[in-house]
């Protein structure tokens, strides 16, 4: 089941909520984390909340999506650098709490092969943004549904919307380690975040279109825990197919 929660502030405010729950309900649970810009308001208000006494991550575990292939978690360009410095730094998950994955493996392959053992454990919940063309994770358009962490090429232009704020274009990497699509569906519960009208045709697609590898967020139409949290721009679509809302 998909539940679309549409607004700022009170969609925020359930996503939060939602992380919260789940923590609440397992001090020691395994949340999976997405990098970029979207959930930055999320992590901020978790932080808050956090500092607030509100809620305790001080048992819980960190996971990733995706990392770029060649980074070493201290590049300052790499996922795990991001998510220590601005989610699980700020939330206060302990760093031998945190198994991201390693960009700069010796063996890429069997670095995923890894991380599917990490995954295996559960996750309780995994938060995820959604790409310009409908990717989640690095899951490019044509990805099967039952993919699984593994070395992807990043489409050009994912590279362009992800290029690090200290990297030129060609100092993005080219290539990245992803969960699959099917490795996501295994999370136990999901939380989509889409903010911009940049957003709103892969979300309306995502939602409201064919489960099709040419969307690959279309797989969460097959999970039976999915909130989305959405801002009004990105949710423009869905307003207009007559789609649930609700803040
Ligand atoms: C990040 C990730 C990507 C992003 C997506 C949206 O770990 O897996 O799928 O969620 O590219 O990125 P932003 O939020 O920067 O628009």
New binding site residues.
């Given amino acids: 089941m998909i539940r679309v929660v549409v607004g700022a502030d009170d969609a925020i405010a359930t996503g939060a909520n939602l992380v919260a729950e789940v923590v609440a309900a397992r001090p020691d649970a395994t949340l999976g984390f997405?990098?970029?810009?979207?959930?930055a308001p999320l992590y901020a208000e978790l932080a808050r909340r956090r500092q607030a006494g509100l809620v305790d991550f001080s048992r819980a575990h960190a996971v990733?999506?995706?990392e770029y292939l060649g980074l070493a978690p201290d590049h300052a360009d790499s996922?795990a650098h991001q998510l220590h410095r601005e989610v699980t730094g700020p939330l206060g998950i302990a760093r031998e709490h945190c198994d991201f994955l390693r960009g700069d493996a010796p063996d890429p392959d069997e670095e995923c092969v890894r991380y599917e053992r990490v995954l295996a454990r559960g996750v309780d919940l995994q938060v995820?943004?959604?790409?310009r063309n409908g990717?989640?994770?690095?899951n490019e358009p044509g990805t099967d549904v039952a993919s699984r962490t593994r070395v992807v090429q990043l489409a050009p232009s994912?590279r362009q919307?992800?290029r690090g704020l200290l990297s030129t274009l060609a100092d993005t990497p080219e290539a990245a380690l992803?969960q699959g699509v099917g490795t996501i569906l295994e999370a136990r519960r999901i939380l989509l975040i889409a903010r911009g009208a940049a957003?709103a045709e892969a979300l309306e697609r995502a939602l409201r279109g064919p489960v099709d590898p040419a969307c690959p967020a279309s797989a969460l139409q097959l999970h039976d825990d999915v909130t989305v949290i959405a801002d009004e721009e990105a949710a423009a679509g869905l307003a207009q197919a007559g789609a649930i809302r609700s803040t």
Avoid: E
């Fill in positions: 997405a990098t970029g810009a979207t959930p990733a999506l995706d996922y995820l943004g959604i790409g990717h989640i994770a690095f994912t919307a992800n992803s957003k």
